[in-house]
């Protein structure tokens, strides 16, 4: 540093110094500069006075909010410099220029703002070139406005002082209007100019990083904005939205946030980014939205009535503006929730760059800190994504702030949530482990992973799990404490349709009453307690006890589904058939399209008027389905498709609801369908519209068409060939054709998918009976009855079998309980009615 | 109801009644200054044995059929009470008919949902990606984007149908009652801020009560009306949500907050994640102070906020890790110019060179949303014919080629279509990759191939496993995609590994450095 710099060369140290604020290298460049020419001592004196004031701003920071406190000692000396280079007046003009904005940025210092405005008044801002201007000086000119901005919000808008001090109109005139104008006028064009300075000192930088060589120390230190330019950048909105003008807030978010980011501008834009996508989601709705390439409405109800006064006008151009993100295909939001998600994403990736990633102490300031503004973001990306129903897009971002979410229960408990919406169960049940683990006197948690357990993943022992911890709370669960019951009662009920063994079989239908009775007597005014409670009286035969209840759910609840559905299947086991008919027809007209009902009503049908009716019914059934799915499957647009996740969610409820013979868990497990239901979509429409051909050919059967049936068969066959309902349906009618070894495989087919379809057990029995193949008969009888103690035919049957080995007592014993079950016997199984949380 | 109120409803219904034509949009003009009028029209809804409901039902109706838009919004400000009302007398025990009640609404149901031409209304937004340049930020400042399967399939925006297609319809049933009642409530929430503050106080008014009447929590409130629970759907109290979270910051902090706790309660007593999840958000992030004035806005506040960053220099965070990253590749000498990233703070994955070169067009979006329109017409044309076999579907389908070329042939193109989450195969493996230079890309679509492969062994595990299980071959299972299989985990209790799958982030990150280092190399 101690070779001598030619002049020019000195120069532009002297700039890229200024430029770059290493004003303690300005002393030393100056006794250069002083020892070359005379006449730069002006030059000189400007140069010290600017250094140390910039020296003073950097030890003393004039901190937001608070005013600056006037003269101090240190300044003394600046003002001598300053002085000193203005009075001689042999600098050129534009140093003269800069003499003065820093003699006026000294005064505010030093409080005196009536002088700084009294400076800017002589050297006329809006004059002073911005074109080709040294990176330093676009950086003063920025400061001056936003000082000017300062001064002028300081000093009291009539003030007479003004009108002497040569500040252009005479400030008698001015209304109060005006003066807000201009003040915020001062503050946009700083922060525009600012912005402008800061790309210009970036693009300095990094070209004068690849020019020199060998290369630079830490030069990438964070650059500061100071005071001065921080305010420039923000004061103009603060003020709008102040005076409550959101319209005028809003454009000016979006202009700063327009211009191309640089390094010192990311926090800003963080900010300015999160609360313009705060407004968009709090203060604007789809009618009111302006896009932001549009012109603002004119009168816009965001805007704060009371305040009409208070509208402000751009009206000022710069002859140089900050340079704007542009190319082809830029993306430009066109609707609210776009615009507020487009920011989030931004402000989102920011955050999480930011995320402190250190646990030990020394970092918990900072750690608080970053989770408290990556969290801010993730709320409000949960409102804007929710309020759509895009969950799965939402459950991937709150995956993002996983590196946050370290013992944060909040966090992990939205992703839970997310994972759950979106349908990802098996990993939202994990999360909510985690979230168990982190507030375990939480009722709802372990609920919520209940539901999910015995919902869609069908985990019985987790979901007993869950609902234990829920129970164990006692008293603390309050009113979740029913509904706790409630989900082991389900367990349980569910666990007794598995199991295999009739005495485990009795003992979870045992459990599954007890927990149901307590539910009910917990909270007597759920409707769901007391359903569950007949359904499960229901399904051990109790009959009038069921109706009791099931009378009291719809009591509740009048129009619950389920209830309904229960209540005439009630009716039908007590041979009510005609009642039954009424009930569903009548829950049929407040769900048209319940497949479950429908399906009741078939057979229904069936037994009270006869076939031809209940073809009627199937016909219609058919036709649902395709409307149903005319309707609802339209867009394909892909991941994030609501209407598609609904109709996919739909189909899942169909799962449990509507394919009674498929989804009865007595006939084996839904694994098969499950992967169907994965299938894609159009597979699906098929194979549901195979199952209602399939239901068809059922009541084709019934009425001796063989010819009829078949065809039927063979087209829900062509389309779902591993159906076990399908064989089965096919060995029916081989049966009906009088080709009983036809039949015998096909049940044996039937029976090889599903080894537990109690249908085909029975029939499979009774033709091995015709064989006179009876102690084969009477195993596969056995077995069936294992799987269902409650199907009276195969009770019947195997009376038969037994009486023609001549086991005469145990076939009396056989046609008794037929006989007694049959009284209680259902049209359709109970367990048809879908067991949910 | 005093005689007052009355005269002045009474007044009201005749004189909009000899209004000529010409008159309409003064009369839309004056209608907010008559101030006792709108009190009394909520005495009239709120009493179902008032002989005016009918009339009343009958004008609010015809001025939402007006083309002024001041009109329409002048009834949509009782929505919410209407919703009330009719939700409350269907929970009653007693169902007195509330018709005039029910058809107004259906009346404004049946009218929202078309356009003017009476075509079905589809209401769709784009999900923007940041990979993808904006009017707001430029995809290589924003180092954040991981390559990943998630990042990759998010390349594209995505035009979202969020609702459309509903059907007419002529009578409430316990079927359509919330789809009916979701559509209004996304109506009234799209016009939302226009609502006066009455609307606001009704809209929260209805939220609370519908959400804890009938349960233990109404005990605790002024209004202990006997009422049975109102069965609520979760989406609909989605859309509950969203009008609240609108009136606590526009004038009703109090009722807002209040309605929002009753909305959370209750969808814990549900268990309905949705509402759940969004409740929470609105709740955490609420201010901590009430605005100055009672009734005052807090859309948002604003203070001048320093512009250095918060967190100290030597925190370790995702970007210090970075920059750490790239001061020792420089000290290796690796390669030159890492200063220029060092201030671009370049990421894992698409370093700026590659993202920037990769934009493909943003127009894509709408040209996609009229092709579903069309496909939508396509299906109403196909509701005609039988439906038929699968391959029928397939014509109207299919893509244009140019998307179909990268993804390993053995994964059935049209299936992955069909997929929700399609955009995973079909187009992620574009061009942005390619152009990173050719062996980044190779390597790049190793991982996608051993993604996909990994996913094609699985499913072929499953059929195998199918065929083992029935002895008879699975005709169509061949058509799964790595989606449906990461669906299936849900009904697969053996998934083990689930909590992190081959695309959760975590896994990613500590196989990416490796092949983003070569990625940015290569530029």
């Not at chain 1, 430009?332 to 955050?351: D, K, R």
């Not at chain 2, 051993?450 to 499913?459: A, H, I, V």
Request: charged residues 25%; hydrophobic residues 35%.
């Amino acid at each position: 540093m101690t070779t001598r710099k030619s002049g020019s060369r000195l120069e532009t140290e002297i700039e890229r110094c200024r430029s770059e604020g290493q004003w303690d290298k300005i002393p030393e460049l100056v006794r250069q500069l002083s020892a070359k020419l005379i006449s730069n001592d002006d030059l000189g004196e400007l140069l010290l006075g600017e250094c140390k004031l910039q020296a003073y701003l950097k030890e003393n920071p004039i901190k937001q909010g608070s005013s600056p406190r006037g003269p101090r000692l240190k300044l003394v000396e600046v003002r001598k410099h300053l002085t000193a280079a203005l009075d001689r007046g042999n600098l050129k003009p534009d140093y003269l220029q800069e003499a003065s904005l820093l003699m006026a940025k000294l005064c505010y210092v030093e409080a005196e703002f009536r002088e700084a405005l009294g400076h800017y008044g002589r050297v006329n801002l809006d004059e002073m070139q911005l074109a080709g201007a040294p990176v330093y000086r676009l950086s003063m000119i920025a400061e001056a406005y936003a000082t000017k901005g300062l001064c002028l919000e300081k000093v009291p808008a009539g003030s007479p002082s003004l009108s002497n001090k040569n500040s252009g109109s005479p400030s008698s005139s001015r209304s109060t209007t005006d003066r807000e104008q201009e003040i915020i006028t001062c503050y946009e064009k700083s922060g525009d100019i600012a912005l402008l300075y800061l790309q210009e000192a970036e693009k300095a930088l990094s070209a004068g990083i690849q020019n020199r060589s060998p290369k630079p120390g830490p030069t990438t230190q964070e650059q500061e904005l100071g005071y001065f330019l921080e305010t420039g950048l923000q004061r103009a909105h603060v003020i709008h939205f102040k005076n409550g003008n959101l319209t005028q807030g809003v454009g000016r978010f979006r202009e700063i946030l327009r211009a191309v980011e640089t390094r010192t501008t990311q926090n800003l834009r963080m900010t300015i980014a999160r609360q313009l996508a705060e407004i968009l989601l709090r203060g604007m709705c789809e009618q009111s939205y302006w896009s932001p390439l549009e012109d603002p409405p004119a009168v816009s109800p965001l805007d704060d009535p009371t305040r009409q006064g208070h509208i402000y006008i751009k009206n000022y151009s710069l002859s140089r503006s900050p340079r704007l993100y542009s190319g082809e295909n830029l993306f430009c939001p066109q609707e609210n929730t776009e615009e507020a998600l487009l920011l989030l994403l931004i402000s989102e990736s920011m955050a999480n760059r930011d995320a402190v990633l250190s646990r030990i102490p020394e970092h918990n300031n900072d750690r608080i800190i970053s989770l408290q503004s990556a969290s801010v973001v993730y709320d409000l990306l949960t409102i804007a994504l929710g309020r759509r129903g895009q969950y799965e897009m939402l459950s991937e971002c709150l995956e993002r702030a996983m590196k946050f979410a370290f013992e944060e229960f909040h966090l992990w408990y939205q992703l839970a949530l997310s994972l759950m919406a979106a349908g990802k169960s098996a990993r939202a049940v994990k999360v909510l482990k985690e979230c168990i683990r982190l507030k375990p006197d939480d009722p709802t948690i372990p609920l919520l992973a209940v539901k999910l357990c015995i919902g869609p993943l069908h985990w019985l022992d987790e979901g007993e799990m869950f609902a234990k911890m829920v129970i164990d709370m006692g008293e603390k669960a309050a009113e979740f404490r029913a509904k706790g019951y409630m989900a082991i009662g389900l367990v349980y009920s569910l666990k007794a349709t598995d199991a295999s063994l009739r005495s485990s079989q009795e003992e979870y239908q045992r459990k599954a009453l007890g927990a149901f009775q307590r539910a009910q007597s917990l909270s007597p005014t759920d409707h769901l307690a007391a359903f569950y409670l007949a359904l499960q009286l229901a399904v051990s035969r109790q009959i009038p006890e069921a109706l009791g209840y099931v009378r009291q759910a719809l009591q509740l609840q009048g129009d619950d589904v389920h209830s309904l559905h229960l209540l005439a299947l009630l009716l039908s086991a007590q041979k009510h058939y005609h009642d039954a008919l009424n009930i569903i027809e009548m829950a049929l007209s407040e769900y048209p399209e319940n497949f479950n009902l429908l399906y009741t009503k078939v057979k229904l049908e069936a037994m009270c008027r006869g076939p031809e009716e209940a073809l009627l019914t199937c016909k219609h059934m058919l036709q649902i389905w395709k409307s149903f799915y005319n309707l609802t499957n339209p867009s394909d647009s892909g991941r994030g498709s609501s209407l598609l996740d609904r109709a996919i969610a739909d189909r899942r409820q169909l799962n449990a609801m509507t394919l009674p013979d498929f989804s009865d868990p007595e006939t084996g497990r839904q694994q098969v369908f499950l992967l169907i239901w994965d299938f894609l979509l159009s597979v699906t429409l098929n194979f549901h519209s195979g199952k209602t051909d399939a239901l068809k050919s059922e009541v084709y059967i019934g009425m001796s068409k063989p010819a009829e049936a078949a065809a039927c068969t063979q087209e829900a066959a062509n389309l779902f060939p591993t159906s076990h309902n399908v064989l089965y349906m096919r060995g029916q009618i081989a049966e009906l054709k009088g080709n009983i070894e036809e039949a015998k495989r096909w049940y044996e087919e039937a029976l090889s998918i599903n080894p537990t379809h109690v249908k085909t057990m029975q029939r499979l029995g009774l033709i091995l009976h015709q064989l006179q193949r009876y102690s084969l008969s009477e195993k596969v009888l056995r077995d069936a009855v294992q799987v269902n103690s409650t199907a009276h035919d195969v009770w019947n049957s195997l009376g038969e079998v037994l009486q023609a080995q001549g086991n005469a007592a145990a076939a009396t014993e056989c046609f008794l309980t037929a006989l007694e079950l049959e009284a209680s016997s259902p049209i359709l199984p109970f367990t048809i009615i879908p067991r949910a949380l | 109801m005093f005689g007052s109120e009355r005269s002045v409803v009474e007044e009201w219904l005749s004189e909009f009644k000899s209004l000529p034509e010409t008159h309409i949009p003064s009369y839309a003009g004056s209608l907010h200054l008559k101030k006792s009028l709108v009190p009394a029209l909520y005495r009239v809804i709120q009493d179902p044995n008032n002989e005016l409901l009918e009339p009343v039902c009958h004008q609010l109706f015809e001025l939402y059929r007006s083309s002024e838009d001041r009109l329409r919004r002048f009834t949509l400000q009782f929505l919410p009470e209407l919703v009330w009302v009719y939700l409350r007398i269907t929970a009653s025990r007693d169902r007195q008919s509330n018709g005039c009640i029910e058809a107004l609404l259906l009346g404004i149901y049946n009218l929202e949902i078309v356009d003017k031409d009476g075509n079905s209304r589809l209401l769709s937004f784009t999900i923007p990606s940041l990979s993808k340049p904006s009017i707001y930020h430029e995809p290589s400042s924003l180092g954040s984007m991981v390559l990943t399967e998630g990042a990759l399939c998010q390349h594209d925006q995505i035009r979202v149908l969020y609702s459309g297609l509903h059907p007419q319809r002529e009578t409430f049933t316990a079927q359509n009652r919330f789809e009916v009642l979701c559509f209004l409530m996304l109506c009234y929430n799209a016009a939302v801020v226009y609502m006066p503050l009455s609307s606001y106080q009704s809209v929260c008014r209805m939220s609370s009560r519908l959400c804890v009447c009938g349960f233990p929590r109404q005990q605790q409130k002024l209004w202990r009306e006997p009422c049975n629970r109102v069965l609520l759907d979760p989406e609909f109290m989605v859309q509950m949500l969203t009008a609240v979270y609108h009136a606590i910051y526009n004038g009703e902090w109090e009722m807002g907050r209040e309605a929002l706790e009753d909305i959370v309660y209750r969808a814990q007593l549900e268990l309905y994640s949705q509402p759940l999840l969004l409740g929470n958000a609105m709740k955490s992030s609420l201010p901590e102070s009430a605005p100055d004035d009672p009734r005052g806005r807090k859309v948002l506040q604003v203070e001048v906020t320093p512009t250095v960053s918060r967190i100290s220099i030597s925190a370790i965070t995702t970007a210090s890790i970075r920059r750490h990253r790239w001061k020792r590749e420089d000290t290796d000498g690796m390669s030159g110019g890492e200063d220029s990233f060092n201030i671009n703070d370049p990421d894992e994955g698409f370093s700026s060179g590659a993202s920037n070169s990769s934009q493909p067009s943003g127009t894509k979006a709408g040209a996609r949303l009229s092709r579903d329109r069309e496909k939508v017409r396509e299906r109403e044309r196909e509701a005609d014919r039988k439906p038929e076999l699968l391959t029928d579907h397939q014509p109207a389908e299919s893509r244009p080629p140019q998307r179909q070329q990268s993804p390993p042939s053995s994964i059935n193109l049209e299936a992955i279509h069909l997929s929700p989450i399609k955009k995973h195969l079909s187009f992620p493996v574009g061009p942005a990759l390619v152009r990173t230079g050719s062996t980044s890309s190779s390597k790049s679509f190793d991982c996608m191939t051993f993604n996909l492969n990994g996913g094609e062994d699985e499913q072929e595990e499953a059929a195998r496993g199918e065929d083992k299980e029935r002895g008879i071959s699975v005709g169509g299972s061949h058509r799964h995609s790595t989606i449906s299989l990461q669906e299936e985990h849900l009904v697969r209790p053996e998934e083990a590994q689930e909590l992190l799958p081959a695309g959760a982030p975590l896994t990613k990150q500590s196989r990416s450095p490796s092949f983003n280092m070569q990625i940015i190399s290569q530029v």
